[in-house]
């Protein structure tokens, strides 16, 4: 299915996105009896989580992951674990019993990293398939904390990767991996500003891109973009 295309202003996009989440909600509940969202950080996380923490979205059968981390605190600054605390799960009171955090703070990313994907396994079974999963995009096209270039995005193996050494501050980093993130029932991807129209393009014009972003939009069942007119502007 080719990806879905919706270009407005914010408040319309936050609309876009609660229509979208209680869409896969629903299903979800009906098919398996929870609903698994993975969230993000960055714009995605700080423009549209309180439009899902309004949403009135059934939050006590709802699993809430992470498609990202920082290896930093939960009290952090830029921790999106934190973020989302605030912006999201204590307004929206999401059970503590439903939220998986990422241990950014584990000195062994490698350990967090295997640890996050017990975690996954553990709630959604083996391999383990998110209903949403709700992510930004960068400049370069990076997704989660999946940057081009980087070893992580050819990783098939592993549910979720530890990444040391990320191109864009801070670098210690864990991430769901494109095999996690593509056999998401539907993949959100936000956009907004001009510098990310390039990456845009890429990922809805250009079949043999190599950008995270592109990728991830061809391997995925269900892609929807959410995009501001700047963001839209070279499609």
Known sequence: MPPAVIVDELPRLAEALVGL?????????????????ALSGGSAGTLLLPS??????????????????????????????????????????VPVRQIHRVDGQLPDLERAAASYADELARTLG?????DLALLGVGPDGHVASLFPGHPAVGETELWVRAVPDAPKPPPRR?????????????????????EKADAVRAALAEPTSGLPVALLARAASAVSFLLDADAASRL
């Open 174 to 194: 864990l991430t769901l991996t494109l095999p996690v993130l593509a056999a998401s029932r539907r993949v959100v991807v936000f956009a907004r500003g001009r």
């Open 21 to 37: 989440a209680a869409e896969e909600q629903a299903r979800a509940l009906s098919d398996r009896g929870l609903f698994a969202i």
């Open 126 to 130: 083996t391999p383990p398939r998110l």
């Open 52 to 93: 899902l923490a309004r949403a009135g979205l059934d939050w006590l059968r709802t699993e809430v992951f992470w498609a990202d981390e920082r290896a930093v605190p939960p009290d952090h600054p830029e921790s999106n674990y934190g973020m989302a605390r605030r912006l999201l799960l204590e307004p929206a009171a």
